[in-house]
């Protein structure tokens, strides 16, 4: 299956990114560099998605929100991550 959650990107003071997922509770990413943590965002939101379908009892993964609804700060920069998981009978990986 493929999910895709919108993520956000900011640069700090130090010149590093730190990255949230709105829709993802606690899912966070950082990195030296914007492409790193994109990196690190993708397994970030792959482990998030990984732990929410196989360990919680109730899997109930949020709704996608839509780019106009987020709120930003000025610089703020919006991707769309897309993980893929493969779900296998009473296997996920």
Known sequence: ????????????????????????QGCVAK????DECINDAIE???????IELTEEEDADLPF?????????QE????RNIEVILHLQ????D
């Open 89 to 92: 009978e009473g296997n996920f």
């Open 31 to 34: 990195g030296e560099t914007l």
């Open 1 to 24: 299956m493929t999910f895709t959650y919108p993520a956000v990107f900011r640069r700090k003071e130090d010149g590093t990114y730190e990255g949230f997922f709105p829709d993802l």
């Open 75 to 78: 610089g703020d920069i919006v």
């Open 44 to 50: 970030a939101e792959r482990t998030w998605l990984w």
């Open 64 to 72: 996608i929100s839509d780019h106009d609804d987020l709120v930003l």
